[in-house]
């Protein structure tokens, strides 16, 4: 009797020894740390000439695309259809927080970080979609959309930018105050790279 | 004197260490004429951050042995969960180690090694002492809050992003703490 007592107290303690470890070696996501990877110091100039850029407000034309707008607005803003990049999906906060962290290994900068991490504080859950669209002579604006519940209307949380490259040199800082950049041609592009805010002129000069 | 004791923390490594010490010097210059400006050193010991703290003039600093100071800053690249950042992009200490003072339970609670140093500065300051974190969103979520009640001293943190590598804002955001105003973003948080 006290041999089978203590067999089966010996085997709680098995069970309980076996189930342990396997819960405390459950690591603690990454992607609620400040700097959950190695990432690099942004090069706004090699960023502007090449790389995606995360900006916002983005004036078009002088039609300001910004967050919190919904996906039918920026197609008339835009003057063009979206593409659907990913559909609809139901996310927590915690599938969304390794969502971003996907996205930050993409664009692995102090840039894409910092935005990223403004985004992660709002601990967003619910409707996920990208959508983008492709701007003629300038490049792919892509739109990141979140709506908390499916009865509720979306708006976009994040706008990633990928101008069509140009070389490096051909990138110029403005004279002036601030640091904006600009490339050569049409259309006209600017990049204040402290305020984030990115300018298309695709008009001609006094049309 | 108001602020006889202040100990201003800055990194020795790390992403904007020249900009931070720059603006040390000159809160030192012209708001804490009587403070000590202590630099940090991160070193990764056994998978974990070992943190030692020397003045400018390269002695060993102790917290254990500083005592009635009325103000603590940090002035550091930081963010929402983890607190000053003192090795921003610094190769040579892995990047979960560049924050030794930071959070766990997804930010919710200070880490140990947090507890136990803000436990310790909070030792060091006298009653009306005050913590004021330079750097980015500490005061965004948990940290700041958790930080003065681990010190059980209040803190000054921000609410979004700032400039605490440039030294005409963090200047101006440090003086509307001490003038009884603090400038958003910069928010306080009781103990």
Not at chain 1, 106 to 133: C, D, E, P
Not at chain 2, 57 to 71: I, K, Q
Not at chain 2, 124 to 152: E, F, H, P, Q, T
Request: glycine share 8%.
């Amino acid at each position: 009797m006290r041999r089978d007592l203590l067999a089966g107290l010996g085997l709680v303690m098995l069970v309980l020894a076996s189930a342990r470890p396997a819960l405390s070696l459950q690591p603690e996501s990454l992607c609620w740390r400040d700097y959950p990877i190695p990432v690099t110091a942004v090069n706004y100039e090699k960023a502007f000439a090449s790389e995606t850029l995360a900006p916002d407000p983005i004036s078009i034309n002088g039609k300001v695309v910004t967050t919190g707008i919904a996906e039918k607005t920026l197609d008339g803003l835009l003057g063009v259809a979206s593409t659907v990049v990913e559909d609809w999906q139901q996310r927590s906060d915690q599938e969304q927080c390794e969502y971003l962290l996907e996205e930050l290994r993409q664009h692995a900068n102090t840039m894409h970080l910092y935005k990223l991490g403004v985004v992660k504080l709002k601990k967003m859950s619910g409707l996920f979609r990208v959508v983008q669209w492709e701007l003629p002579g300038v490049g792919t604006l892509r739109a990141f959309l979140h709506k908390p519940s499916a009865a509720e209307p979306e708006a976009a949380y994040l706008y990633h930018l990928t101008l069509l490259p140009v070389p490096l040199d051909k990138v110029q800082r403005r004279k002036g105050k601030g640091y904006v950049l600009t490339k050569p041609g049409a259309p006209k592009i600017e990049w204040n790279t402290e305020t984030n805010r990115l300018s298309i002129s695709t008009r001609a000069a006094g049309e | 004197m108001p602020h006889d004791k202040v100990i201003i923390i800055i990194p020795s490594q790390g992403d904007a260490k020249n900009a931070f010490e720059d603006v040390a010097r000159k809160l030192k210059k012209e708001v804490y004429s009587n403070a000590t400006i202590v630099k940090t050193t991160v070193t990764d010991s056994s998978g974990a951050a070992s943190v030692a703290f020397t003045t400018l003039d390269g002695h060993p600093f102790a917290w254990d042995r500083t005592h009635n100071v009325s103000r603590v800053l940090t002035i550091s690249h930081g963010f929402a969960a983890d607190g000053p950042n003192l090795a921003m992009l610094d190769s040579s200490v892995p990047v979960e180690e560049h924050q030794p003072w930071g959070s766990k339970n997804e930010g919710r609670d200070l880490s140990d090694p947090a507890q136990a140093f803000w436990t310790s500065v909070g030792s060091s300051l006298r009653a009306d002492g005050k913590i004021i974190l330079l750097g980015c969103a500490m005061g965004s979520g948990a940290y700041a809050a958790n930080v003065a009640k681990a010190a059980g001293k209040r803190v000054f943190a921000a609410t979004d992003e700032i400039g605490a590598g440039n030294s005409k804002s963090a200047l101006m955001y440090v003086r509307s703490i001490e003038a009884g105003h603090a400038k958003k973003p910069m928010q306080g948080f009781k103990p």
